[in-house]
Every structure is written in C-alpha cells, then in structure tokens.
C-alpha cells in the first residue's frame, strides 16, 4: 500500500502545486505523509521512498523561502518526490500519459497503473475529483477526462463504467453490504470515505471514522507525532477485534461441550 501511495505522490504533488502560490499548510501536510514513510522503513518495515530518496528536511524548513519546483533544492517537494519514482523528470503529457497506459510490455515504472485504472473501469470507478471552488488541489482531473481514460486505453465507454460500478454495488450490496463482524474504518481527511461505511448499520457491522485520518494512516504504525483522534482510532479497532475474537472463543467452546 505504501509503495502505491508513493507512486501516486508523484502526479499528485505536481497537479496540486500547479498554478498554486505552494500553501505552507499543504507542503506541510505532504511533509508528513513523507515521513511517516521514511520512520516506517527505519523500523524495518520494508517501507520507504525508494534508493536515493532526499532526506525530509528538519524542523523549521518552512520558515525559509522555499521553491517546490527547485529540484536543485534539496528542501523540495519536487526532488523527493522524483528520487522516490526512480525519475528525472515527470511527463505532462496526456498523450504519453495513455500511451504508456495502453503498453501491455513489462515496465520499471508506474507498476500497477494499468492494472489500477482497468480494475476501475470496469468494477467500481473510485475517480476522485476536486471540482469545490475551495478545493486546495488543482480542478483538471475532472471526471469526464477519467472516464475518457478508459476509452482510449480499453475502449470501455463511460455508460459501460456506469454500469460496471451499479453491477458491483448491487452484488456487494454498496453501502449497506450486510456483512458480519466487519469493521470499516475510515479518515475524515481520506477523499475515498465517502464511499465506504462510516456509520454502525448495526452491532455486526460498525463504523468508525477517524478525524483528521488519511488514507490507511490507522495502519501505519505508532508514532509520537500521531494525532490524540489516530491513537484513539487505534485502541478502538483493537477493543473491537477482542470483542469479537472473545465471542468466537465462547462460541467454539459451546460447540465442544
């Protein structure tokens, strides 16, 4: 998972920045996603950037001038992000872009993009756009150029990717899936939330949604700089599975006398 997010980074990074004046406050945002990758491959995890990654800059980098397109610079964003892919440079390019996604051949880059872009053009769509005047990120990926996507790479039209995402919902029963024992855990600050559960539909099937959690940080392990709503989130999911790990014990005893 981690090795994904750190793919994605990438194109993230230079999508948000473009056109922005770099808020400090999404610079530092990023900074700590980063990190935690960094700390989780010091604990041997397996977890990091990448060979040659540049080092997270130390405390107070922000206070200083700071250009994230200065890849002579080894404060930016831009430079760590590009010794994670193992690149020189990122393509701008739309039609590179289809291009590569359309190659069948085995690739050093950008692993499972193809595979990740298919599965949602033909299962459950999960296209994540910022079209909010408010929104910090950059507005162009909108949805009509992500559908248009599956077009041009698999020739799947967006009434097929609409009908792909109701055919999933229905079999998996989408919001309310009538699962047992499950726990869906989500991060408010996570753009995938709102598709997941983040109410109880009932004591089989609870919900719990992390303030201020991104995507899978309640899996990342412990950190002092974790927020008090993520350590919390965590003794949560731990309460829980004992709860049930502690009924299934009771139920296998009753099953043996």
Request: include cysteine.
């Amino acid at each position: 998972m981690t090795v994904w997010l750190a793919r994605w980074l990438g194109p993230l990074l230079l999508v948000s920045l473009w056109g922005l004046s770099a808020p400090a406050s999404l610079l530092r945002r990023l900074g700590e996603h980063i990190q935690q990758f960094q700390e989780s491959s010091a604990q041997g995890l397996g977890l990091s950037l990448g060979p040659g990654a540049a080092a997270l800059p130390k405390v107070g980098w922000l206070e200083q001038l700071l250009d994230p397109f200065n890849v002579s610079d080894r404060r930016s964003f831009l430079q760590i992000v590009l010794h994670s892919l193992g690149q020189k440079c990122l393509s701008f390019s739309r039609a590179e872009t289809v291009a590569q996604l359309r190659s069948t051949e085995p690739q050093l880059s950008g692993v499972g993009d193809r595979q990740w872009l298919y599965q949602t053009c033909t299962e459950f769509g999960f296209y994540v756009t910022c079209e909010n005047p408010r929104c910090p990120f950059s507005q162009l990926p909108a949805l009509p150029s992500q559908l248009d996507l599956c077009e041009k790479v698999f020739g799947l039209s967006a009434l097929s990717v609409a009908q792909a995402v109701a055919q999933t919902n229905s079999y998996y029963g989408g919001q309310t899936p009538g699962a047992n024992q499950v726990l869906f855990v989500n991060g408010d600050t996570d753009p995938w939330h709102v598709l997941s559960v983040t109410q109880a539909l009932g004591s089989s099937e609870s919900a719990l949604l992390i303030r201020t959690g991104s995507h899978c940080l309640d899996m990342a392990p412990e950190r002092p700089s974790d927020s008090p709503s993520v350590r919390l989130g965590r003794q949560n999911i731990f309460q829980q599975l004992q709860t049930w790990l502690k009924l299934a014990k009771e139920s296998q005893v009753k099953g043996e006398v």
